[in-house]
């Protein structure tokens, strides 16, 4: 089944503790992005990848960094979590960004609700 | 930043009435998504609108892109409480974008 695939679902962790949220897509995509979805907010994008090695910031970077090392990952790295970044997570790929954007659209994960005490 | 304003935020109807949803901004945009989330889930495409003027069908759902590719609706004709969800527009600028930019949504309960 084509898919993408986040985990953990749900993690509650310390202010301060490393984390890393994994994303995996299975459709050979070349573009992928994170984005966090908070209420009164919607979603907001925090860093995109267009192929491996390639990834740049988007409109909510502070506090994170990802990498793309291989096509199909794309993990979310939270160096020093703080409270204001519980949030839900959601992984997103495409197949590929043309000049009208993504072709086919995005396909997204089922989100990780992240909890920062 | 280019903005998304959707409207209504929250709307809850009964089974079989009409509604429209609607999805307008200052700026022009490419192309224009419409996603559904259920709770719990990321949203899903339900379809992807490129010319000004654009209209589509996709069995009671009906998505219109505006003439001038700033605004964009979305109308469910006998609503049905499986249509119930959060809709979700979004839009490409183009010209070296670098993602979707979504509206907030718009909460839509069916009551049966």
């Known amino acids: 089944e084509a898919q993408v695939t986040q985990n953990p679902r749900y993690l509650i962790t310390v202010t301060g503790k490393k984390l890393t949220v994994t994303c995996s897509q299975n459709?050979?995509?070349?573009?992928m992005s994170w984005y966090r979805q908070d209420p009164g907010l919607g979603l907001r994008q925090i860093y995109y990848?267009?192929?491996?090695?390639?990834?740049d910031k988007g409109d909510v970077p502070e506090g994170y960094k990802v990498s793309r090392k291989e096509k199909r990952n794309f993990p979310l790295i939270l160096e020093s979590p703080s409270p204001n970044q519980t949030s839900l997570y959601f992984c997103?790929?495409?197949?590929?960004?043309?000049?009208?954007?993504?072709?086919?659209?995005?396909?997204f994960g089922s989100g990780t609700r992240l909890t920062v005490v | 930043t280019q903005l998304l304003e959707q409207s209504p935020q929250f709307l809850s109807i009964q089974e079989g009435e009409n509604l429209t949803v609607y999805c307008n901004s200052s700026?022009?945009?490419?192309?224009l998504q419409w996603y559904r989330q259920e709770p719990g889930e990321g949203p899903v495409l339900l379809v992807t609108?490129?010319?000004?003027?654009e209209v589509k069908k996709l069995k009671r759902l009906t998505f219109q892109f505006g003439d001038a590719r700033k605004d964009s609706s979305l109308h469910i004709t006998a609503a049905q409480p499986g249509d119930t969800g959060l809709y979700l527009c979004?839009?490409?600028?183009?010209?070296?974008?670098?993602?979707?930019?979504f509206g907030k949504g718009t909460h839509l309960i069916i009551q049966p």
């Open positions: 997103a790929s495409s197949l590929s960004i043309g000049d009208r954007g993504p072709n086919y659209g995005y396909t």
């Open positions: 459709m050979n995509h070349e573009y």
């Open positions: 990848s267009m192929n491996v090695e390639v990834t």
């Open positions: 700026s022009v945009f490419s192309s």
């Open positions: 609108v490129v010319t000004g003027g």
């Open positions: 979004a839009g490409w600028a183009g010209g070296g974008a670098d993602g979707l930019t």
